[in-house]
C-alpha cells in the first residue's frame, strides 16, 4: 500500500520559515496533481495550494506571497516552502496527491499523515 511521506514541519519563531516535503513510500509510475492541506484545532481543512504536474499553481489567499509549492517529477516529490509564517499559520499541514502507480493502473488519491507546524514565540 502506498502512503505519502511528509516531513519538515516544527516548531518556528513568528517570521520564520519551514520547507515540507512529500513522497510516496516506494517506487510508483508518476504523480499528477499534488497539493497541500491544513487542519488547525477546531477547524476544518482546508486548502493551502495545488500544483499541477506542469508546474501550474493555486495558492489560498491567506498564503499568496509568502508560500511556494513546488515539485519535482523526476524524485516523484512535492514541497511547501513557507516563508514570514504567521502565529495563525499554526495547523497540521497534509500532502494530496493523485498517484498512479504503474502504467498500466488508475489514478487513486492518497493523503499524508500529516506533519504539525508551530508558529509561536
Known amino acids: 500500500q502506498v502512503q505519502l511521506v511528509e516531513s519538515g514541519g516544527g516548531l518556528v519563531q513568528p517570521g520564520g520559515s519551514l520547507t515540507l516535503s512529500c513522497a510516496p513510500s516506494?517506487?510508483?509510475?508518476?504523480?499528477?496533481?499534488m497539493g497541500w492541506y491544513r487542519q488547525a484545532p477546531g477547524q476544518q481543512r482546508e486548502l493551502v495550494a495545488t500544483i499541477t504536474r506542469r508546474g501550474s499553481a493555486v495558492y489560498a489567499d491567506s498564503v499568496k506571497g509568502r508560500f511556494t509549492v513546488s515539485r519535482e517529477n523526476g524524485k516523484n516529490t512535492g514541497y511547501l516552502q513557507m516563508n514570514s509564517l504567521k502565529p495563525e499559520d499554526t495547523a497540521v499541514y497534509y500532502c494530496?496527491?493523485?498517484?498512479?502507480?504503474?502504467?498500466?493502473?488508475?489514478?487513486?488519491?492518497?493523503w499524508g499523515q500529516g506533519t504539525q507546524v508551530t508558529v509561536s514565540s
Open positions: 494530496n496527491a493523485k498517484i498512479q502507480r504503474a502504467a498500466w493502473s488508475g489514478i487513486r488519491e492518497y
Open positions: 516506494e517506487s510508483i509510475f508518476s504523480i499528477n496533481d
